[in-house]
């Protein structure tokens, strides 16, 4: 049983920092290709940043250079640390694999609402 609980978004003005959790259980989050995925209502999701299980990590160039995507083996957990947030991050955000079909098949959790003010 895959189980991918995200937590840690809420309200902030922009120029405000958050940091999201991504508690897995069911999945060893270091031998796979993980992202965080973000969904605004009426548009398609989108995938911001991915890490592989070397750590290589990619982000789309809209959260480049102010989100930083990590993982602690430890804890099989994975972060997104955003700073410097605008409105246009407005969403909630998903964790998953970074292989859509993949992420599809196993299913998407609730999720976590993240809310930037002007």
């Known amino acids: 049983q895959v189980q991918l609980v995200e937590s840690g978004g809420g309200l902030v003005q922009a120029g405000g920092s958050l940091r999201l959790s991504c508690a897995a259980s069911?999945?060893?989050?270091?031998?796979?290709?993980m992202a965080w995925y973000r969904q605004v209502p009426g548009k398609q999701r989108e995938l911001v940043a991915s890490?592989?299980?070397?750590?290589?990590?990619k982000y789309v160039d809209s959260v480049k250079g102010r989100f930083t995507i990590s993982r602690d083996n430890a804890k099989n957990t994975m972060y997104l640390q955003m700073d410097s947030l605008k409105p246009e991050d407005t969403a909630v955000y998903y964790c998953?694999?970074?292989?859509?079909?993949?992420?599809?098949?196993?299913?998407w959790g609730q999720g976590s609402q993240v809310t930037v003010s002007s």
């Open positions: 998953n694999r970074a292989n859509f079909l993949l992420a599809q098949a196993m299913g």
């Open positions: 890490i592989t299980s070397g750590g290589t990590t």
């Open positions: 069911g999945i060893t989050l270091s031998v796979n290709v």
